[in-house]
């Protein structure tokens, strides 16, 4: 079997590019006009496929991409030629003549590593363009927002290097009651009216993520930096009952997005089996009746966690089916029941809709304990179908 040209895999995800369209399109709607949109497609786009999500996403008016290294903004600059990419990690100077030839815009995240960057760009007679993180109280990368006070505005003065914008990462946007996101905020405004009076000017200033974005306009800034939400997940917030002394009540969105991303794999064996059989290793599980047990071709060497054992459940045939023994290195078992109706070469899917039934990622992150972007994140395919794309 091939799919465009390529042997079919028993495991691959499908894009919903025209559900990814419109979840850009529901964004912009409650943005101002002006507000630069930062699509974050690090990691290979959450697991959804940085090409494929980066082209719709184009196609869709974005003109600004952020990724994570230099490895994955070279593909996205080969196909983009045009777009702006942000990298959110650290690069070394050995990385300054990649991302100069790929026109990409490095985060600087302390003074010397700053330096070491001007001094790279300078020795081949360039510029580096590039972005300041402030560490506002992430405790994670960034300069130290007290020390960028000073530290800034002597390294805009710096040769090899071309401050453009200024990025901090909020903590707790969506979880917190007691303020501190408002305090991160002023903090970042006090780095940004430094700069200003400096004489550094026309900085893209962003902050919010996903949570934030949806918690509270004021944070917008020039430009936002949505992830999780673009891909059809809102993640929970806690709306400040109060605002804090002296600042306006906190203006919350509602923002409707819908997945974008199926994972599908195909049962490679259907056996009946007696009652109070084993199931997979240690025999966690024993069929409670005569039944049907379905092997699935996913593991998870695939990203298909053994967390999920005997908890998780797919879709075959558009009735959900249970996850029984341990899930293995390459292959998973369900429990069709006694009628057995199902087959060698059907589809069952692990994430996403088949008829009237889904699962979805933050169901999955239930079942294991986690968060919906370590789900996403930890699907391991080369082979991305895209549905819908015009």
Do not use: Y
């Given at each position: 079997m091939c799919y465009e040209g390529r042997p079919m895999k028993n495991t691959w995800i499908e894009l919903d590019a025209a559900a990814l369209a419109r979840n850009i399109?529901?964004?912009?709607?409650?943005?101002?006009?002006?507000?630069?949109?930062?699509?974050v497609v690090k990691s290979n786009a959450y697991g959804h496929g940085l090409i494929p999500v980066a082209r719709c996403a184009?196609?869709?008016?974005?003109?600004?991409?952020?990724?994570?290294?230099?490895?994955?903004?070279?593909?996205?600059?080969?196909?983009?030629?045009?777009?702006?990419?942000?990298?959110?990690?650290?690069?070394?100077?050995?990385?300054?003549?990649?991302?100069?030839?790929?026109?990409?815009?490095?985060?600087?995240?302390?003074?010397?590593?700053?330096?070491?960057?001007?001094?790279?760009?300078?020795?081949?007679?360039?510029?580096?363009?590039?972005?300041?993180?402030?560490?506002?109280?992430?405790?994670?990368?960034?300069?130290?927002?007290?020390?960028?006070?000073?530290?800034?505005?002597?390294?805009?003065?710096?040769?090899?290097?071309?401050?453009?914008?200024?990025?901090?990462?909020?903590?707790?946007?969506?979880?917190?009651?007691?303020?501190?996101?408002?305090?991160?905020?002023?903090?970042?405004?006090?780095?940004?009216?430094?700069?200003?009076?400096?004489?550094?000017?026309?900085?893209?200033?962003?902050?919010?993520?996903?949570?934030?974005?949806?918690?509270d306009s004021a944070w917008d800034l020039d430009g936002v930096r949505p992830g999780i939400l673009l891909y059809g997940y809102a993640p929970p917030v806690q709306v400040r009952a109060a605002p804090a002394a002296g600042?306006?009540?906190?203006?919350?969105?509602?923002?409707?997005v819908e997945p974008c991303l199926a994972w599908r794999t195909r049962i490679v064996q259907v056996k009946k089996v007696p009652a109070g059989f084993p199931v997979s290793y240690d025999r966690t599980y024993l069929t409670p009746r005569e039944t049907h047990l379905a092997v699935l071709d996913v593991g998870y060497a695939d990203g298909y966690s053994r967390q999920l054992s005997n908890r998780a459940e797919v879709v075959i045939g558009g009735r959900r089916r249970p996850v029984v023994g341990r899930v293995t290195m390459n292959l998973t078992v369900v429990d069709l029941g006694p009628a057995g109706d199902a087959a060698p070469g059907d589809t069952a899917t692990l994430l996403g809709r088949d008829g009237a039934a889904a699962v979805w990622a933050d169901e999955m992150a239930a079942w294991r304990g986690t968060i919906p972007y370590e789900v996403l994140t930890n699907i391991r395919t080369d082979d991305i179908r895209v549905q819908g794309e015009t």
């Open positions: 399109q529901r964004l912009r709607e409650v943005l101002a006009p002006a507000t630069t949109v930062i699509f184009w196609a869709c008016g974005i003109r600004w991409f952020a990724v994570a290294h230099v490895d994955e903004a070279l593909p996205l600059r080969a196909l983009l030629p045009e777009a702006n990419i942000l990298l959110l990690s650290p690069i070394a100077p050995a990385e300054v003549a990649a991302a100069l030839a790929a026109d990409l815009t490095p985060v600087l995240t302390d003074e010397q590593q700053a330096l070491a960057l001007a001094a790279a760009a300078r020795a081949r007679g360039q510029t580096l363009s590039c972005h300041a993180k402030i560490d506002t109280g992430m405790g994670r990368l960034g300069f130290f927002w007290e020390e960028a006070l000073e530290a800034l505005p002597r390294l805009a003065r710096e040769p090899g290097l071309q401050l453009r914008g200024l990025c901090t990462h909020f903590s707790a946007a969506g979880g917190e009651a007691d303020g501190f996101t408002d305090e991160q905020a002023r903090r970042f405004q006090r780095v940004a009216q430094a700069c200003a009076a400096a004489g550094i000017s026309g900085l893209l200033r962003h902050a919010s993520n996903s949570s934030a974005l949806l918690c600042r306006a009540p906190p203006t919350p969105r509602r923002v409707r």
